[in-house]
């Protein structure tokens, strides 16, 4: 079945550090990949998505390329502020086979410091 | 525009006891999910509707969760003895017609229904 394995947080850095959150998946189909963020109190909201191969999803300064050669979806940011403290899922969907469910990791919790 | 309603925020119960949830989704959304959020863990899919027809629900525990959507607008969530792992915050998320092989829809999510079951 499709999986999504991120790596385990909390992430925690000072303003203006570099963000890397690895995330890799595994699926029987060519899946779409997002990132979805979840501010406190908040529910999940849509950060970006890439839908083929060596696209690349960006959103508020938040990158991310499709690597199917590594089943791989990393979220980047140049420089953190405070305000990017957050829950970030990653997920993907698959309509191979007929079903078409959205499965998302555990989640990385991200904590940026002043 | 209005967001995906879910109601309540909070629900403490005592195991053996009986829920329900509400969801009310974007307007014109077909497409209806719930997820169960266990502390520390992603959000696990329950049940998919399209609309007021079900295209998934197959981690369901169909023993003690039932899910309903007649009319094909607002979803309701039952559970029905809760167990201690029970305890989750419960996503209805919803999102535009799903056409055959579509797979870049994304999902506009709740906030959630924070359950605690003593």
């Known amino acids: 079945g499709n999986s999504v394995t991120q790596m385990e947080g909390p992430v925690t850095l000072s303003e203006e550090a570099f963000l890397t959150i690895n995330c890799t998946y595994t699926?029987?189909?060519?899946?779409?990949l997002f990132w979805y963020v979840q501010y406190p109190g908040e529910g999940l909201q849509l950060l970006l998505k890439?839908?083929?191969?060596?696209d690349k999803g960006s959103n508020k300064g938040f990158e991310a390329t499709y690597r199917k050669e590594t089943t791989s979806f990393h979220l980047e940011k140049g420089s953190v502020q405070v305000s990017d403290s957050a829950v970030y899922f990653c997920?993907?969907?698959?309509?191979?086979?007929?079903?078409?469910?959205?499965?998302f990791g555990r989640g990385t919790s991200l904590i940026v410091h002043p | 525009e209005a967001g995906v309603a879910q109601s309540p925020r909070y629900k403490i119960i005592e195991k053996r006891q009986s829920v329900a949830f509400w969801c009310n989704p974007i307007s014109g959304h077909a497409t209806l999910y719930w997820y169960q959020q266990i502390l520390g863990q992603g959000p696990k899919l329950l049940i998919q509707?399209?609309?007021?027809?079900?295209?998934?629900d197959s981690q369901l525990p169909k023993d003690r969760f039932s899910a309903e959507r007649l009319k094909g607008v607002d979803s309701t969530l039952k559970i029905q003895p809760a167990k201690l792992e029970d305890s989750a915050v419960y996503l209805c998320?919803?999102?535009?017609?799903?056409?055959?092989?579509?797979?870049?829809?994304?999902?506009?999510f709740g906030s959630g229904t924070q359950l605690s079951v003593l």
């Open positions: 509707f399209q609309n007021n027809g079900v295209v998934d």
């Open positions: 998320a919803s999102s535009r017609q799903r056409t055959a092989g579509a797979t870049n829809e994304k999902l506009f």
């Open positions: 699926a029987t189909g060519y899946p779409s």
């Open positions: 890439a839908t083929k191969a060596d």
């Open positions: 997920a993907l969907s698959d309509a191979s086979g007929g079903s078409y469910i959205p499965t």
